[in-house]
C-alpha cells in the first residue's frame, strides 16, 4: 500500500517555527483531495490538528497552520514548545484505494 | 462529549483469530461512517478498513483483504472488526476512528487496542 511522503524527522528550539512537508501521487493529493494533518503523542489517541488542509478545528491553537501550494501541502508551527514533540502524519483520501493513506510520519524533536 | 473506546485487543497465535470492538458514545453513531487504523511497533499509521453508515458498504487495505471483516451494531453503537488468519505483520495498537460528516478526515479516535500476533 503506498502512502504519503513525510521527512523522518525535524526539529527545532523552543520558539522557533518548523515545518514539515508531504508529497502524494496522482491517486490521491494529485487527484485534488484535501489533505489533513494528525499529532500523535506517546501514549495518546492521534489527534486532528488540520484538515481541509488549512483549517483548525476548535481548541488548537494557532500555533499550528496548515497551507498547500499545489499538489505540496505542508504544516508549520510557531513558538515551538517542549510539549509538541511527538509524531505528526499527513493524510489524505486515495481514490484508488477507496480508502486512505497516511505519510509515514515526521517526529518533531523540540531541543 | 465523543467517546471511542475499543477493547478485545490481546495475544493471538499466527493463523488465529481475534476481534476487536469499539463501544461508541456521544453522539449518534448510526449516522457516521468509521474506520479501523493500526500502528505497528516502530511504524506509522496505516488505514486498515471503512464502513459507510448505513453498513452497506465496506472497504479494506489490501493487507487485510480476504482475513478482515468490518460491521457495525447501530442499536449497541459499536464497531467490530474480525481479524482471521492472523499473521505476526498484523501486531499492531488498532484504533477507531470516526469520519467527520459529509468530510473524508477522521475527527475523533480511540486510545487504541493492543495486538499481538505470536506463537
Known amino acids: 500500500q503506498s502512502g504519503l511522503t513525510q521527512p523522518p524527522s525535524v526539529s527545532g528550539a523552543p520558539g522557533q517555527r518548523i515545518t514539515i512537508s508531504c508529497t502524494g501521487s496522482s491517486s490521491n493529493i494529485g487527484a485534488g483531495y484535501d489533505v489533513h494533518w494528525y499529532q500523535h503523542l506517546p501514549g495518546t489517541a492521534p489527534k486532528l490538528l488540520i484538515y481541509?488542509?488549512?483549517n483548525r478545528p476548535s481548541g488548537v491553537p494557532d500555533r499550528f497552520s496548515g497551507s498547500r501550494s499545489g499538489t505540496s501541502p505542508s504544516l508549520a508551527i510557531t513558538g515551538l514548545q517542549a510539549e509538541d514533540e511527538g509524531d505528526y502524519y499527513c493524510q489524505s483520501y486515495d481514490r484508488s484505494l477507496s480508502g486512505w493513506v497516511f505519510g509515514g510520519g515526521t517526529k518533531l524533536t523540540v531541543l | 462529549e465523543v467517546q471511542l473506546v475499543e477493547s478485545g485487543g490481546g495475544l493471538a497465535q499466527p493463523g488465529g483469530s481475534l476481534r476487536l470492538s469499539c463501544a461508541a458514545s456521544?453522539?449518534?453513531?448510526?449516522?457516521?461512517?468509521m474506520n479501523w487504523v493500526r500502528q505497528a511497533p516502530g511504524k506509522g499509521l496505516e488505514w486498515v478498513s471503512y464502513?459507510?453508515?448505513?453498513?452497506?458498504?465496506?472497504y479494506y487495505a489490501e493487507s487485510v483483504k480476504g482475513r478482515f471483516t468490518i460491521s457495525r451494531d447501530d442499536a449497541k453503537n459499536s464497531l467490530s472488526l474480525q481479524m482471521n488468519s492472523l499473521r505476526a505483520e498484523d501486531t499492531a495498537v488498532y484504533y477507531c476512528?470516526?469520519?467527520?460528516?459529509?468530510?473524508?478526515?477522521?475527527?475523533?479516535w480511540g486510545q487504541g487496542a493492543l495486538v499481538t500476533v505470536s506463537s
Open positions: 481541509g488542509n488549512s
Open positions: 476512528a470516526r469520519v467527520s460528516s459529509g468530510d473524508n478526515y477522521f475527527d475523533y
Open positions: 464502513i459507510s453508515s448505513s453498513g452497506s458498504t465496506m
Open positions: 456521544g453522539f449518534i453513531f448510526s449516522r457516521y461512517e
